[in-house]
């Protein structure tokens, strides 16, 4: 599994997004679950939630931190993964598959292009 | 170093202290040892002492026994001068006195979660309501005239400061449940009740949490731990949050504190709970341990979003409660509940019976009740007082229109007698106080 998949793109706030059709899949990159730690908690954001990118919709909790997760585009919340209730370590071992955190429907598609690429994210982290 | 900071000089750096403050003050020289303790010794003689005088004041603070093993326990210097058990490796005892407080105060409050204490009741019950406003996102608080004044007092502060609203809603002796209801709407966030309440009272919290519950708002529950032993539990009457003061439970008096803040919460605002909480695990090698825990709460690791600042306990208050409820146990503590209620019901039937006197409502009570009295509560405080009886609460100190309604406690530490010499220098008063007051008047001592 890469680290930066290419099938992927990138929020400046470590957050990955797939375009699937009409909706797109969300979470955080195995670059950000590594520098938080074991995931001991996601508060997930509600179905029929309204999003706005770059806007907190949740908040993901480690044994050391506490930070927001963020809207990589705007749009309205469809389907939550209800397992990281009961195990949110799952966002360590499998951040692109398992670990995926929540699906939406964008309102305004067209942000998904200004987001980073693989490479570009990257390159970021290793500015960071 | 001056010109580094961009002073001109060392006496700019004292321009915030008053001008006649400054320099050297008119302190007087040192006295011996055997002077200072003769100084402070004639200090402390200018206060009446507590200890073997009858008193009969609670609003709040209560004087009960306190067995000899809690000081013995908290008093050893590994409780007494232990820090914070931020490093659970070296904490082991402090953390397992934290969880069987956290457990014991669980099961007495009927909820899932309790902390590790907080400071005292007044931050106890803000801390409540800041979690119903974060549960609902709703800004106004809801609170009754039985609230305990010094809760409430501390509650307003912190709302105004916060920008949130607070509605509060009158009451006379006890609360009717619909009156309640209609004043609830859904800008609510919490309803505060205390029960028993200022006056003695004991409300009706289950109709009461259902009425906060139909507005879609949080129910918290204000009680004296101890009458939780014979009382129904908050967890079980529908409370969302239970608070309390905790210095009922081996904690002196000590002059207003400290005493011990209790809050419980069902599971599913666990998260929202401010301050510490201990939680059990297993060590490396599989044997129980415990550990402090769900700390990215807190304001050290969540900083600005943290919902308190509060991120410490009253690890040596928590720690007398436990000792002072593993002595009294299961049992025993129901027990010492229901003789502090007989005392208080023996007391009321007679000063009941006391003509000018009357029993200010018939909502039941536990072991505080309010008084109606034939001259102003203060003065009748002042009568007992000059026979060395410590009075009762007056209530007109929080509403001049109650001057004349005194709230009396009942311990287990008020013996009959004592309960019968209250009666008796009662029942002298009206026309006692008549004559000392034309005394006074006329200038005879």
Known sequence: MADFPDDLRYTTSDEWVRLEGDEMVSGITAYAAEQLGDIVYVKLPEAGQQIEQSEPYGEIESVKAVSDLKAPLSGEVTVVNADLDQNPAVINDDPYGQGWIFRFRPSNPGQYDSLLTAEAYEAKTKEG | ?445
């Open chain 2, 1 to 445: 170093m001056l010109r580094a900071i961009g002073v001109p000089s060392v006496e700019d750096l004292f321009a915030n202290i008053p001008e006649h403050l400054r320099g050297t003050l008119p302190i007087p020289d040192a006295l011996s040892e055997m002077e200072t303790l003769q100084l402070v010794q004639a200090l402390a003689a200018e206060n009446l002492n507590l200890a073997g005088r009858p008193a009969f004041l609670g609003a709040g603070a209560y004087r009960h026994y306190i067995p000899a093993a809690v000081p013995a326990i908290t008093g050893r210097s590994e409780f007494y001068t232990a820090y914070t058990p931020y490093q659970p490796e070296l904490s082991q005892g402090t953390l397992q006195v934290i969880y069987e407080y956290q457990s014991m105060i669980a099961e007495l409050t009927g909820l899932d979660v309790a902390n590790a204490s907080l400071y005292d009741a007044a931050t106890g019950v803000t801390e409540a309501c800041t979690i119903a406003i974060n549960a609902t996102g709703r800004s106004t608080i809801a609170t009754v005239g039985g609230l305990n004044p010094q809760y409430a007092r501390v509650l307003r502060t912190y709302l105004h400061q916060e920008g949130f609203n607070l509605l509060e809603i009158p009451e006379e002796w006890v609360l009717d449940p619909e009156q309640v209801a209609a004043a609830l709407d859904e800008s609510v966030a919490g309803l505060v009740v205390q029960s028993p309440n200022l006056f003695g009272s004991i409300e009706p919290m289950a109709d009461l949490a259902a009425a906060a519950h139909d507005a879609g708002a949080l129910f918290i529950a204000v009680s004296n731990p101890l009458s939780l032993a014979i009382l129904a539990p908050p967890g079980d009457v529908g409370a969302d949050v239970a608070v309390g003061c905790g210095q009922p439970f081996g904690i002196p008096l000590q002059y207003g504190g400290p005493y011990l803040g209790i809050i419980a919460a069902r599971a599913g605002l666990a998260r929202q709970l401010p301050g510490r909480i201990c939680g059990a695990t297993v060590d490396g090698e599989g044997r129980r341990g415990y550990v402090l825990t769900l700390q990215a709460r807190e304001q050290h690791i969540r900083r600005e979003k943290a919902t308190s600042n509060i991120c410490t306990n009253h690890q040596l208050m928590a720690l007398a409660a436990t000792v002072y409820l593993s002595l009294l146990g299961k049992q025993g503590l129901p027990e010492l509940a229901t003789l502090c209620a007989q005392k208080a019901h023996y007391a009321a039937r007679r000063i009941a019976a006391i003509p000018g006197f009357a029993l200010a409502s018939d909502a039941p009570f536990v072991n505080e009740f309010t008084v109606r009295t034939p001259v102003p509560a203060a003065e009748v405080n002042r009568y007992l007082l000059r026979r060395e009886i410590i009075g009762g609460f007056d209530l007109g100190r929080v509403d001049p229109a109650l001057q004349n309604y005194l709230v009396l406690a009942f311990t287990e530490l008020n013996t009959r007698q004592q309960i019968d010499d209250l009666v008796s220098t009662l029942e002298s008063l009206q026309p006692e106080v008549a004559v000392e007051a034309l005394q006074s008047a006329g200038g005879v001592a």
